[in-house]
């Protein structure tokens, strides 16, 4: 069973900022990794699929890289509306989410 | 546009069988290699793949549900449903259906339509 590690839990930032999330995989994963934006109240939004692919109509701000066990996912100018939790998923096997990272307001 | 929308009891007592129901518009539930899955979100927690299905009805669930979990699809009336039995309150979550898209070669797969949740509450 493949555990998905991301770090931090939770960061403050400001807006403009670039903010960086990683995430762990327990063994390779190759480039099944996909990364997802959930707001309060809402379901997750699809935000980069086979870790660095940005999914239509996701601001290019959003970027994502790694191979392997180590992912991360960036966002160049953090806006307004990037304030939500970011979830990282793992397709090399049974699927399985990270813990999340939580991106708040400074 | 493809949507989802889960449909079912709010509210559960303790030992049953929770039932929800995916309804899938603007797109058909048989076409184009999709799958269509279940995922659990605890209040205030992360992300739990339930399982998925394909329309021939071939089914893959997580192996710390699959003792209590059934995935069955209709695909005349373009839905998918889930059962839960044995619910204890640890089952309290909102249930989100989604589509999983076709794997691809060094790519995976992802879920890139999903409905809105409906919270379910495990409760005498």
């Known amino acids: 069973d493949i555990q998905m590690t991301q770090s931090p839990s939770s960061l403050s930032a400001s807006v403009g900022d670039r903010v960086t999330i990683t995430c762990r995989a327990s063994?390779?994963?190759?480039?099944?990794l996909n990364w997802y934006q959930q707001k309060p109240g809402k379901a997750p939004k699809l935000l980069i699929y086979?870790?660095?692919s940005l999914q239509s109509g996701v601001p290019s701000r959003f970027s994502g890289s790694g191979s392997g066990t180590d992912f991360t996912l960036s966002i160049s100018s953090l806006q307004p509306e990037d304030f939500a939790t970011y979830y990282c998923?793992?397709?090399?096997?049974?699927?399985?989410f990270g813990g999340g990272t939580k991106v708040e307001i400074k | 546009q493809v949507q989802l929308q889960e449909s079912g009891p709010g509210l559960v007592k303790p030992s049953q069988t929770l039932s929800l129901t995916c309804t899938v518009s603007?797109?058909?539930?048989?076409?184009?290699?999709?799958?269509w899955s279940w995922i659990r979100q605890h209040p205030g927690k992360g992300l739990e793949w339930i399982g998925y299905?394909?329309?021939?009805?071939?089914?893959y669930y997580n192996p710390s549900l699959k003792s209590r979990v059934t995935i069955s699809v209709d695909t005349s009336k373009n839905q998918f449903s889930l059962k839960l039995s044995s619910v204890t309150a640890a089952d309290t979550a909102v249930y989100y259906c989604?589509?999983?898209?076709?794997?691809?070669?060094?790519?995976?797969?992802?879920?890139?339509?999903w409905g809105q949740g409906t919270l379910v509450t495990v409760s005498s």
């Open positions: 989604a589509r999983r898209t076709p794997e691809a070669p060094g790519s995976g797969t992802y879920l890139d339509y």
């Open positions: 603007g797109g058909s539930i048989s076409s184009g290699g999709y799958y």
């Open positions: 299905i394909y329309y021939s009805g071939s089914t």
């Open positions: 063994q390779s994963i190759s480039s099944y």
């Open positions: 086979a870790a660095s």
């Open positions: 998923q793992q397709s090399y096997s049974t699927p399985r």
